[in-house]
């Protein structure tokens, strides 16, 4: 499952605000069977992105800089978002 102590330093060094963690955490709950076959840390990236983007209404963090942070392509991380935007 998606460690919220591993989100938390993401989160962290992407400098988003705590409440980001739990948004993401809730999201994970709600979408886990759909993302079933992906690995947990492009789950992560994806989830974050997605927060960042549609639930804070933020810039930034960029896609490439959570990329770059998460270590997970930014394809990767389209893939993550277009089945989180179907849930």
Known sequence: NLCQ???LDYCNNLDLPFK???ICTDIYT?????????TPKSITA???FY???NKLNLKQ???SKISKVVNVCVPTI????SI???I
């Open 30 to 38: 709600k979408s886990i069977d759909k993302l079933d076959s992906v």
């Open 61 to 63: 963090p960029s896609k």
């Open 5 to 7: 102590e591993v989100l």
């Open 46 to 48: 994806g989830i974050i």
């Open 20 to 22: 980001t963690v739990h």
């Open 84 to 86: 989180l935007e179907t």
């Open 78 to 81: 389209n893939k993550v978002v």
């Open 51 to 53: 927060v960042v983007k």
